[in-house]
């Protein structure tokens, strides 16, 4: 497999390649020049499988690279009930008929990111040591990212993780998740200034490129290809649980920020997995929304970026949204270009409701979008907990609001748990008047102690620490 850059670069690039790469030469993405098909009569055979068997199958349809017994070791290292808390790794709960929760929030940091960082992890370590080559991760987080990142590379050799986070702006116990580890390959940097400064210094000292030559600086983002290969594999292990048989289609409603989580949906739908629709749940950062619904793309200011209570999806642009729109416009890498490079640095928004591909997104890709607001959010996680005694995060709930918004009568939709509720307590509270419970390995984490460096919004400073820890190891 062979893959290529959405904005039209004629080079082609494997998979181990563009694993430690961020964005391609010509600021384009990577994605496989063409989707393998999966026929019904695979998916039957994949019916009794593990969900580490079932990744190292789909894996292996993208990654000739790395030789079969280590990529199935690889994904049986990864997909453990040891990490992921259940033999099924992403188990189905039912609510009202044709809605069921698929819940993908059961690893180390209780956010779906972990499904795939996990696997980054050991790919990463892998990798590395394969070429006997070290790596410097350098991030910005906000919340969930930066503590998925953290618990996918700790104690792994080769690897090294500097994330700086906005002083006392993220929840107690994101806080406590991250500052908490003691490994000596993670470095938590809390930077006095938000989320913007931490995420102004990584571009900084990525852009001095003498600098990240030398230091080895590379990041974790959402729009790695690894990232989305991996989310492909749980759209197949919902689908394989709903379905008896691979005659079925069913929908996917899936809570969404920068696109990731959904556009691994639309490769799995790519790949002949039978689905019928993908919808889109924002919240009020409605920018997909919008799109889906207007043919508008419209990047936010921060200023016009709202801070709500699934801080998770408060974006102002969706990183991996080009992807899509590469696929919609029949893969035209020069269109793409025109688009998101030209376009959206002259006027900050395209407009592609008079183009007759807009029609295509639903029609012939199954898209359909909402959005909710905070007042959905809390009755949506009333009535969840009331009628099913079932408590689900903010998140989950903006996906279960829009789902409820489309769901036809002989539909199933799995709406993907992207969060669990501890991790945005206060709003659970203030919807239930009680807490969520704590997963036993959470107890009393607040009190352990933390492990961060304090500093200035200052890009030397920040410098020098990379270059101290990496000499020092010498
Ligand atoms: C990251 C995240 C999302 C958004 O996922 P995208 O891939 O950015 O669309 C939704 N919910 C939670 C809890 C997250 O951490």
Not at 113 to 125: C, I, T, V, W
Request: hydrophobic content about 40%; charged content about 25%; proline content about 4%.
């Amino acid at each position: 497999m062979q893959y290529l850059s959405t904005r039209g670069h004629l080079e082609r690039k494997r998979f181990c390649e563009i694993l430690l790469e961020g964005l391609a030469p010509d600021g384009g993405l990577y994605l496989p020049e063409t989707y393998p098909q999966v026929e019904a009569a695979t998916l039957d055979i994949w019916r009794g499988l593990s969900y580490a068997e079932l990744a190292f199958e789909i894996l292996s349809l993208y990654v000739d690279d790395i030789p079969a017994d280590d990529l199935k070791t690889l994904c049986n290292k990864t997909y453990t009930q040891e990490v992921f808390g259940t033999l099924e790794i992403v188990p189905l709960r039912g609510l009202e008929p044709g809605l069921k929760i698929q819940a993908l929030s059961n690893g180390p940091t209780l956010a779906f990111k972990d499904m795939a960082m996990q696997l980054l992890g050991n790919l990463f370590e892998y990798e590395l040591a394969r070429r006997g080559e070290e790596l410097n991760i350098l991030g910005a987080t906000s919340g969930d990212t930066g503590s998925a990142a953290e618990y996918a590379m700790r104690g792994k050799q080769g690897v090294r993780v500097f994330m700086t986070s906005p002083k006392g702006r993220m929840s107690p116990f994101q806080q406590a998740q991250m500052f908490s580890l003691q490994d000596a390959n993670i470095y938590n940097i809390a930077i006095e200034g938000v989320f913007d400064d931490c995420q102004d210094i990584v571009k900084a000292v990525s852009n001095d490129l003498d600098f990240k030559r030398k230091y080895k600086i590379g990041t974790v983002n959402s729009i790695n290809w690894a990232r989305l290969m991996a989310q492909v594999v749980y759209y197949f292990a919902g689908y394989l649980q709903a379905t008896a048989s691979s005659k079925e289609k069913i929908s996917f409603a899936v809570p969404s920020g920068n696109f990731g989580n959904i556009c691994a949906g639309h490769v799995a739908r790519m790949m002949g997995l039978p689905i019928d629709n993908l919808v889109v749940a924002t919240n009020e950062n409605d920018v997909l929304d919008e799109f889906f619904r207007t043919g508008v793309y419209r990047v936010r200011t921060s200023s016009d970026t709202h801070e709500t209570s699934s801080p998770s999806m408060d974006i102002s642009k969706a990183s991996n949204f080009e992807r899509f729109v590469f696929d919609l416009l029949g893969r035209d890498g020069a269109k793409v270009k025109a688009l998101f490079q030209d376009q959206l640095s002259a006027q900050g928004s395209f407009d592609l409701s008079a183009d007759p591909v807009f029609k295509l997104a639903a029609e012939r890709y199954g898209f359909l979008s909402g959005k909710s607001t905070h007042a959905n959010r809390l009755a949506t996680i009333q009535d969840v907990y009331k009628r099913f005694n079932n408590i689900i995060d903010t998140h989950t709930a903006d996906g279960v609001k829009v789902a409820r918004d489309y769901l036809r009568p002989d539909q199933t939709m799995l709406v993907l748990e992207t969060a669990l509720p501890i991790k945005f307590a206060a709003t659970i509270e203030e919807a239930l008047g009680r807490l969520p419970e704590r997963p036993a390995r959470f107890e009393g984490i607040e009190a352990l102690p933390k492990r961060v460096l304090e500093m200035a919004p200052d890009v030397e400073q920040i410098k020098r620490l990379i270059a101290n820890s990496v000499n020092n190891a010498e």
